[in-house]
């Protein structure tokens, strides 16, 4: 009992970083695809004013999860690490060279070290995600089991392929919507509209690598598919689409607070439903949560000491977006919102 519900609190923290952490990375596609210099400053401008306050407390969910596997599962820990070394050694790469991009860019006085910074932001929040879901997706086709040797097969296979695909449009999906919010908030209304077209451009890419993942899970993963299209996993499914629906239609009026939550309910449905659809197997078919999980000790007080993180971290972790997100972080002049061109720019690096 104590190890399925430790194993609900990981999958939870799973989806917090999927949406936390998924909207940054997203905020890093835009920044890759904005377009050269005079034609990206302005989405870039609100990219950095957007993520400055609260970009690294998102990585807080992800020590949570890498916590609760060492301690709760140490097998599946072992398992996973051991046969998924390399995309996950890639991914950690990629978060190092993504923060230091973000971090050196905005106080750089060279065009040249700006966009050398920004292009290792940028390709890096595109790259990690992908390689993520790659490893996700070799977890959910099995090919991964107590013992298995690290080969590239584990995670190169159909569907990690499109599971890492599937990880870069939700993040780009996720960090549309909550850009456009931010050039509300940021009085640019030439970006609301920017941001809220990428955004349904997004889902519908989105909608249709979840579709053909469908198809490929069938055939390379049937205890998942039946998962998904039976029970829980089947509602949360559901969920997610109707989630979708609620968003196409919010973005299709002015963006405002409620999108972010159908956003947020489309990616957290998505991850929920995968995890239930894996039940009771921690890695399909090899390893269930009783057979992954520590000793009956070490889950009591991982119970509780977890317990104890959530209560003292979330409350301060709300705080900060509802600081972030009513303006509260950074006070801003008109002009410097209005700013175009390289002043907009030069600007934006001065106030960091």
């Known amino acids: 009992m104590t190890a399925d519900l430790i194993a609900v609190v990981m999958l939870l923290a799973v989806a917090a970083y999927a949406c936390a952490g998924g909207t940054d990375y997203g905020a890093g596609f835009w920044d890759l695809t904005a377009g050269g210099t005079e034609r990206g400053r302005r989405p870039r401008w609100l990219i950095d004013h957007a993520m400055a306050p609260v970009w690294e407390v998102n990585n807080v969910w992800l020590i949570f999860v890498l916590v609760i596997m060492w301690t709760g599962f140490p097998v599946l820990f072992q398992t996973v690490f051991s046969a998924m070394w390399l995309p996950l050694a890639l991914a950690v790469v990629g978060m190092v060279l993504r923060g230091a991009g973000f971090a050196f860019r905005k106080p750089s006085r060279r065009l040249a070290d700006r966009r050398l910074y920004g292009a290792v932001f940028a390709v890096a929040s595109v790259v990690t995600p992908f390689f993520l879901g790659a490893a996700v997706g070799g977890i959910a086709s099995g090919r991964v089991a107590p013992g298995t040797e690290a080969s590239a097969d584990a995670w190169s296979n159909p569907t990690s392929l499109l599971f890492g695909l599937v990880a870069i449009a939700t993040t780009a999906f996720l960090g549309a919507v909550f850009l456009s919010g931010d050039a509300r ?23 249709a690598l979840a579709v053909i993942t469908g198809f490929v899970t069938h055939e390379d993963s049937p205890h998942v598919w039946h998962g998904l299209t039976h029970g829980l996993g089947l509602f949360f499914v559901v969920l997610a689409g109707v989630a979708s629906v609620a968003t196409v239609w919010l973005l299709r009026r002015k963006p405002g607070t409620w999108v972010r939550v159908t956003a947020v309910g489309v990616v957290a449905a998505a991850v929920i439903a995968w995890g239930m659809a894996q039940r009771p197997y921690l890695v399909p078919t090899s390893l269930t949560v009783a057979d992954a999980a520590g000793a009956p000790a070490t889950l009591t007080w991982l119970a509780v000491v977890t317990l104890v993180a959530l209560v003292l971290v979330l409350p301060a972790v709300v705080l900060l977006y509802w600081l972030d997100t009513h303006g509260e972080l950074e006070e801003l002049t ?19």
């Not at 008109?334 to 960091?352: F, K, Y």
Request: hydrophobic share 35%; charged share 30%; net charge negative.
């Open 334 to 352: 008109d002009s410097e919102l209005r700013r175009e061109g390289g002043t907009a720019g030069d600007g934006a690096a001065h106030d960091s």
């Open 185 to 207: 908030r940021f009085e640019a209304p030439d970006l609301i509209g920017y941001f809220r077209r990428r955004a349904l451009g997004s889902l519908a890419v989105l909608t």
